[in-house]
């Protein structure tokens, strides 16, 4: 028991002083957690998200789970995670420094690509945090259940909660933040509700979306157009930066976890029950024969694409 | 001293010889009478070790988890897939008969047809469930366009691989039994539930495009007891063959009734010891009776071999029978003590199913001394051999001599003996290297007791192959405090058991309550998968807990049990045992407070256990016997060539009968521990009467290769008898229905030969061998055992 708390104590002295050099400031004393175990299955475990990191592609999940790889998906190196809970979100600046988020509180923060995580902050009343997104080494911001939204403007040191939606709309999960190219930022909601700030999140506007349907995802097409994805097997495109949508909506129903985009312009839909939808206004669905609820979708630096969900992560060899 | 003692016991046992024939008579029909009380007992649970940590687990929590009363039925299409109105019509059936039988819980029907089975949509309004096949669907009026709709809901609804078989091939019928009865508090036969499954369901509704496929333990339990049933037919044919040869060893049927009525009778005393000692005859412990029989015929044949050669040498029935009660009492005890206390030792396996055998076996064995050592001289003597059976028996007792004299020619040879302990050497090296990872439990799939063959096995093996189903189900119990599922650390860290044991190769899955409370959170909040965790406050929490169906067995009323469900890829030992290694690890390295992870139900828990207790048992048994019988050589023959010569050979024995077992993969089990311990305690006969007669005519002044050479003449062809008739009466259990009777049956046949071969070659050509190496100084001793 001595021996453990001394190394625990270690490691996070050791973390400190590396964070403190390559610059992303961490808890001085991390709070106690149970970090995760290293798993023979790792890539195997429930995942929730996939995100670039340079040429490196992650994938994260159940159990406190990082899996990484630097040969597009074929196979993963589990990473060094202090936590044991479910994570949702990551989001990385460039190749090395990145941040998730996750249940309890939970913001982890790499300087190493994502090959080792410190924990870097439980929020306040531990949210369940749903996504992450850094506009700049110090600047980023975490949203997650019933309207809980935060700031930081030191790399993740500090965190100051922000308003989101008002009224009815304030205790509303807020599913996923990201931004448009020019710095807009935008929040998919429950209950159809979306979000869009202009000033980095200090004043934040609620778009008409006209749907009833929770919004779970969102994304910035090739050409300028906002893209957002959510239950009943919807995909909603704005042309004009959220103030009116063109809706789509598949047969299957499935809610739509995640999309990318191809060269083309044209998208690669996830959704549950093993949806997969290819097109641009119009969209072919395939459901994939294991029907597993998919959570996330990504395109690796050498054109494949991988997806995550319930089973794993898995690299689509016959896709385009 | 002592034969003064055996002088006056003749004397005794044959001047009051009438008195004492109809004490014994008046014994065997009173034994008789609670013989024939005898019933057959199933007895599972005398296969576990009851003091083992596992096997307390497991009867503690046996009736609250998941699996030990479940029965599974599939409607199998011959042709194509369910998907058509006969087999949907046929599977309806199939649920309604299930639902209807006596001893099964209704409640617990599950299959296509029935309300239970929904399929959940989650859609912005919340969850809907809807019935994969609605109340508005009946047999009668199943279409194309609604069995189309019914497909796309067991799909929708996640059935694909638990009710209907991956490829629809099949769907499946799931029930629990109800065992104890609710309202009579009576047990279930599952004997007699078998045998109406059988008539009920398989013979009802199978033909020829539609088959019926039933496992599950209680049928498992059910076919085994059928199994058993053939013990009748075994030993009658048993007898057939024993007699027969007794026959054409004797050629008088005086002298074959002998021995055969003589070990009947002993077995009719055990049968009355076992009824009188509460016992009922298992279907492992039946092969006891058989080998006490046989054990009794083999010794009987001592007997009639003695009076039969004193007939031809001259002497009437009386005295001939009177010279063989003398001359065979001391070394006939000593064996069957060699024999009794094989047995006997057996009692130290902590397994009481072994236990029991290991009674009755040791009071048959000493049942043997008083029928074969006593009653069968003294009831000979009451027979007169005309003259045509003495020149009968002399004509093939020549034959026999020449037949015997030529082997011994070039077995003692010197040059021969010492290729022969060179052979012997090599033999022993190969036979230790081949031997080496021989299974440990039973290796494999479906259930051990029976065939791979067999209908169960099959049916298992269809089942196995078609779902995503593990049937080797090994359960962790985790104990927690009260409501420990409302607890998000107790969960969280029961959760990451799970997971820690689903990594552990051999382990296909892992289930237990907070992976299902996950998925069902994720549920709750409209199938997002975000929120696939464990909520942090307790209503919460409690909320996703009463989602996940209490027919999993997950938890129980009041939440302080939270079993983890391990489905393994197969029961081999070294696959449990990975297992059990790491939750051992688990349980020191991440200790919780108030929460108790324990070791272990489900079939391969139970299995885990057993395998501990009959690996640990089997070297120091084998070590007691092989003390015992170098206790009792030194005893006898007071000489270290004796120890060497007869224990050689039999180690050699053994080495090879490891090895057997390695090729016909027959694992180390309940079944097969006592068998070579049993064979080492038997073996070890041929061994006595070889070097018995070696060391009397080497007393004698002989050179030990004439020595040997008369030895065998006298004794040899009795030898290889009495193997046979051992043989006789064990192999016939190789056509048993039940695979470890077989493998019982087998592998002592291969033992009783391995022995008696080894006792005439190799056994000589070491004694030769060590004699040349290291020549005698002083004379050789008589031995105490003088035949």
Not at chain 2, 74 to 89: H, R
Not at chain 2, 721 to 739: D, E, H, M, Q, Y
Request: charged content about 15%; aromatic content about 8%; hydrophobic content about 50%.
């Amino acid at each position: 028991m001595m021996k453990r708390s001394l190394a625990g104590a270690c490691c996070t002295l050791i973390a400190s002083c590396m964070a403190a050099t390559l610059s992303v400031p961490v808890l001085a004393a991390g709070p106690a957690a149970v970090p995760a175990m290293k798993a023979r299955l790792a890539a195997k475990v429930p995942m929730t998200g996939l995100v670039r990191a340079g040429d490196a592609l992650l994938a994260l999940g159940d159990y406190g789970t990082v899996v990484r790889s630097i040969d597009h998906g074929r196979s993963w190196q589990q990473a060094v995670v202090p936590v044991n809970t479910l994570l949702t979100s990551a989001h990385f600046i460039d190749s090395q420094r990145g941040w998730a988020v996750g249940h309890g509180g939970t913001v982890l923060a790499t300087t190493d690509g994502g090959l080792n995580w410190v924990l870097q902050q439980i929020l306040e009343d531990k949210p369940v945090l749903l996504s992450v997104y850094f506009a700049s080494a110090d600047v980023g911001y975490a949203v997650g259940a019933y309207g809980s939204a935060w700031r930081t403007g030191d790399g993740g040191r500090s965190w100051s909660a922000m308003t989101v939606g008002e009224g009815d709309d304030a205790d509303m999960h807020l599913n996923q933040l990201f931004a448009t190219r020019d710095g807009t930022l935008f929040i998919a909601a429950e209950m159809g509700l979306a979000f869009r700030s202009e000033d980095g999140g200090t004043r934040w506007q609620r778009l008409e979306t006209g749907v009833s349907g929770s919004l779970w995802s969102g994304l910035e097409g090739a050409g300028g157009e906002v893209v957002l994805l959510g239950m009943s097997g919807r995909v909603l495109v704005s042309q004009d930066r959220g103030d009116s949508w063109q809706v789509h909506e598949d047969a299957s129903g499935q809610s739509l976890t995640g999309a990318v985009q191809a060269a083309d312009g044209s998208l690669l839909v996830v959704g549950a029950g093993g949806l997969v939808l290819r097109g641009r206004e119009r969209f072919t669905a395939e459901i994939r024969a294991d029907r597993q609820n998919l959570a996330a979708v990504q395109r690796t630096a050498d054109g494949a694409v991988v997806v995550a969900g319930q089973l794993g992560v898995e690299r689509l060899t016959t896709d385009r | 001293m002592i034969e003064k003692s055996v002088l006056a016991l003749q004397r005794f046992c044959f001047r009051f010889r009438l008195p004492i024939l109809l004490a014994l008579l008046a014994f065997t029909a009173l034994m008789a009478v609670f013989a024939a009380r005898l019933h057959m007992s199933a007895g599972f649970d005398k296969q576990l070790p009851q003091d083992h940590e596992y096997i307390q687990t497991f009867n503690q929590y046996r009736d609250v988890l998941f699996g030990a009363n479940r029965i599974i039925v599939t409607v199998e299409a011959s042709k194509g897939d369910i998907w058509n109105e006969k087999a949907l019509t046929r599977l309806y059936d199939v649920t309604q008969a299930l639902f209807f039988m006596k001893g099964v819980d209704r409640r617990t029907v599950t299959s296509l047809w029935t309300p239970n089975t929904r399929a959940v949509q989650i859609t912005e309004e919340g969850m809907k469930a809807e019935d994969v096949i609605g109340g508005d669907v009946t047999v009668k009026a199943l279409t194309p366009d609604n069995i189309a709709a019914i497909r796309e809901r067991t799909i929708v609804g996640g059935f694909i691989g638990s009710l209907v078989a991956n490829d629809s091939s099949s769907a499946m019928v799931v029930a629990e039994l109800a065992d104890p009865d609710p309202q009579t508090g009576e047990r279930l036969d599952y004997f007699e539930f078998s045998q109406r499954l059988e008539k009920e369901l398989r013979a009802a509704f199978s033909d020829e495009d539609i088959r019926i496929r039933i496992i599950g333990f209680a049928k498992q339990m059910g076919d085994i007891s059928e199994g058993a049933t053939s013990v009748i037919e075994f030993f009658a044919l048993a007898f057939l063959l024993t007699t027969a040869a007794v026959y054409w060893y004797t050629r008088s049927w005086v002298l074959t009734f002998l021995p055969l009525a003589c070990s009947l009778v002993s077995v009719v005393w055990q049968f009355g010891t076992i009824t009188l000692l509460g016992f009922g005859l298992d279907p492992l412990a039946i092969l006891v009776p058989f080998l006490v029989f046989a054990i009794g015929v083999s010794h009987g044949i001592q007997q009639v071999n003695y009076i039969a050669k004193e007939v031809i040498n001259g002497a009437d029935g009386y005295t001939a029978a009177s010279r063989s009660f003398t001359g065979l009492l001391v070394p006939g005890t000593l064996a069957l003590i060699t024999a009794f206390v094989g047995f006997a030792t057996l009692v130290l396996v902590p397994i009481p199913m072994i236990r029991e055998l290991a009674i009755t076996a040791s009071v048959g064995v000493a049942y043997k001394i008083v029928t074969n050592l006593i009653m069968l001289p003294v009831l000979a003597s009451y027979f007169r051999f005309d003259d045509a059976f003495v020149l009968r028996a002399s004509k093939v007792e020549h034959l026999r001599n020449r037949m015997m004299a030529a082997l011994g020619v070039h077995i003692a040879s010197p040059r021969n003996a010492a290729i022969g302990t060179l052979v012997c050497i090599v033999l022993m090296a190969v036979a230790v290297w081949q031997s080496q990872g021989r299974h440990v439990g039973h290796v494999l799939p479906g259930a051990p007791e029976l065939h791979d063959d067999s209908r169960y096995n099959r049916d298992v093996e269809a089942v196995v192959e078609h779902y995503s189903l593990g049937l080797d189900l090994l359960t962790v119990v985790v104990e927690t405090p009260a409501d420990g599922c409302y607890r998000q650390d107790v969960m969280s860290h029961v959760d990451r058991l799970t997971w820690y044991l689903a990594n552990v190769p051999g382990v296909l899955s892992a289930q237990s309550l907070p992976t299902l409370t996950k998925l069902a959170a994720s549920g709750v909040n409209e199938g997002n998968p975000k929120w696939a965790a464990l909520p942090q406050d307790e209503l919460t929490l409690g909320e996703a807990v009463r989602q996940v169906p209490e027919g999993l067995r997950l938890f129980n009323a009041d939440c302080t049990l939270l079993p983890v469900n391990l489905y393994l890829s197969d029961h081999k030992a070294s696959t449990i045992e990975g297992v059990v290694a790491a939750v051992k690890e688990f349980r020191s390295k991440e200790p919780f407070d108030g929460v108790t992870i324990r070791l272990a139900s489900g079939n391969a828990g139970v299995q885990a256990a057993t395998n501990e207790i009959v690996e640990h048992s089997e070297l120091p048994m084998m070590l007691y016997v092989y003390a015992t019988i170098l206790v009792l050589v030194f005893l006898v023959y007071r000489d270290w060539r004796a120890m060497l010569a007869c224990c050689v050979p039999l180690t050699l024995a053994t080495f090879l009968g490891y090895w057997f077992m390695k090729e016909l993969d027959i694992g180390l089990t309940v079944a097969t521990l006592p068998v070579m311990v049993l064979a080492v305690g038997i073996g070890v006969d041929y061994a006595f009467y070889i070097y018995n007669r070696l060391q009397m005519h080497m007393a004698h002044g002989e050179d030990i290769v004439t020595a040997f050479k008369q030895a065998l003449r006298e004794i040899g062809v009795a030898t290889v008898f009495t193997a046979v008739t051992l043989s006789i009466g064990v192999a016939t259990w190789s056509f048993s229905a039940l695979k470890f009777q077989a493998d019982m049956g087998m592998l002592l046949t291969f033992m009783f030969m391995m022995n008696m071969i080894m006792a005439i070659t190799l056994l000589p050509a070491l004694a030769v061998t060590i004699d040349m190496l290291i020549p005698r100084r002083g004379p050789v001793r008589a031995p105490l055992m003088a035949h």
